[in-house]
């Protein structure tokens, strides 16, 4: 029969627009299976005359999508006896494998280039079993009942790839992972998210059960003040100029804004980094302020703003304190740097370096970041907001060990594959995988015979603080 779907982006029906059907309000697609009218809501349409598996695809870049028996797609099939498989008839361009078995861990390889006609070769490709890694529950603060389902993910290293996603009320388990460092993600609705990191070592892991707090926890990674506040500062609803807001406590943002000139201002809290996709807070609000710094606080949970004068209008200062531990309890544990940063600054306003218990007075009222290091651990910040007359209690800050990168990118970048990856070329070559604790693992296929050098370039971009000078690898073809 005739089958009707949309792709939906970020699990929510066309907010964000969704993918359809061209001529509606939704992102338009190109290569329709049936032609003619959308079906309902924009919906794409397939007949399909036979029931089974189908292979259906999205490229956004293009704005096309496919829907193809899955026999008729690219599938290949090892030979059960040498393992050896191919997947034919691919038009030049730039691939993901995803090999897939039953009783095996599902492995990717990203960045397949096809250029030209030619085929490339793969060479062998290891696979492990599928066993559990990583166990553990979800709770609920105040043990409803029914519990609500919890979204589940598990995440790479401290990157934002997902691995793999389960909706459990309860039990859930991760397999057939590699040795390394990943994160827990866990969201619920009416529930604050949760993120907890696990390292894994080759034995199952139960992280027993990890308690969800009732709450809010705001659906967008970054909410700005734009406006025309201060034009020079901050540009006239230029998002490019636009401050940040941090959020200090579930759905509550802050910020502190310099304001030019008194008068009537107009702004808004713009999400996600875009005007109104996904929907913005407030619609040219007006603020009439005199001079000065003011702290801006939104809260999503209850849709109210404030706006007070740089601490409570006394220009008054407070104090702040707290303590540290270290979550592998060590016999004489490092000295740790503990910093006040106003919100985006390099440099802090002031810092201790302490052990454990620390203290700073005559605080400037105000909306901080305070980031503790310490060798051989991971940093760590917390926001906090500085009240004029009063001490503010961070609690305790604990410290867990591991390596922090101080790169979001790294490389392999030489001439192991000048057909794939080019010679010595960053836009084509491939990057690896952070696994957390400083290390980064990824895949070079293809590698060509004889002589080949390579360096692990940071950050997109050679410079000097990339690693390895040329280093030489002596392959030979399998």
């Not at 793969?122 to 066993?131: F, M, V, W």
Request: proline share 6%; aromatic share 8%; charged share 20%.
């Amino acid at each position: 029969g005739r089958l009707q779907w949309k792709f939906v982006t970020n699990r929510s029906f066309d907010n964000p627009p969704d993918y359809g059907s061209p001529g509606t309000d939704l992102n338009g697609l190109e290569g329709a299976v049936v032609e003619g009218s959308p079906g309902d809501d924009g919906n794409l349409l397939a007949d399909v005359s036979t029931g089974g598996p189908y292979l259906v695809g999205l490229d956004e870049q293009r704005l096309r999508y496919s829907f193809l028996p899955y026999d008729d797609g690219p599938i290949a099939t090892p030979d059960g006896t040498t393992g050896d498989f191919s997947v034919d008839k691919l038009r030049d361009g730039t691939y993901l494998l995803i090999i897939r078995g039953e009783g095996i861990v599902t492995r990717r390889i990203s960045g397949i280039a096809l250029v030209g006609g030619a085929g490339i070769d793969l060479g062998t490709i290891n696979l492990s079993l599928a066993e559990v890694s990583i166990r553990g529950a979800v709770g609920f603060q105040g043990n409803p009942s029914p519990a609500p389902p919890a979204t589940v993910s598990l995440l790479a290293g401290s990157t934002s790839e997902i691995i793999e996603q389960v909706t459990t009320d309860g039990a859930f388990q991760f397999s057939g992972l590699a040795n390394g460092t990943y994160r827990l993600q866990l969201e619920a609705e009416g529930y604050r998210d949760s993120v907890q990191s696990v390292a894994y070592a080759g034995s199952v892991v139960d992280v027993g059960t990890i308690q969800l707090r009732a709450g809010c926890s705001s659906a967008f990674e970054r909410i700005q003040i734009a406006g025309n506040i201060n034009i020079p500062l901050y540009g006239n609803f230029d998002l490019a100029l636009a401050p940040d807001m941090t959020p200090v406590d579930g759905c509550v943002w802050e910020a502190t804004l310099t304001v030019a000139s008194a008068g009537d201002h107009f702004f808004k809290f713009v999400t996600d980094g875009n005007f109104d996709n996904p929907p913005d807070y407030g619609g040219n609000e007006l603020c009439t302020t005199a001079e000065g710094n003011y702290t801006f606080r939104l809260d999503e949970e209850n849709l109210t703003y404030e706006i007070s004068p740089e601490g409570g209008g006394t220009g008054g200062t407070g104090r702040l304190k707290g303590r540290l531990q270290y979550s592998d309890n060590p016999s004489a544990p490092a000295e740790a740097r503990v910093g006040i940063y106003r919100i985006g600054a390099v440099n802090p306003i002031d810092f201790l370096d302490v052990v454990e218990a620390f203290s700073f007075a005559g605080v400037p009222a105000d909306t901080y970041e305070v980031r503790a290091t310490a060798p051989g651990y991971r940093d760590t910040a917390v926001g906090v907001r500085v009240r004029t007359g009063q001490t503010t209690d961070l609690g305790t800050i604990t410290l867990e060990p591991g390596c922090e990168s101080a790169f979001s990118r790294i490389q392999v970048v030489g001439n192991l594959n000048t057909d794939l990856y080019g010679n010595f070329d960053p836009a084509r070559s491939p990057d690896l995988v952070a696994l957390g604790d400083c290390v980064w693992q990824g895949t070079v296929v293809g590698v060509q015979s004889g002589n080949r050098l390579f360096k692990f370039v940071t950050n997109g971009a050679f410079g000097s603080d990339d690693y390895g000078s040329d280093e030489i690898c002596r392959p030979k073809l399998t």
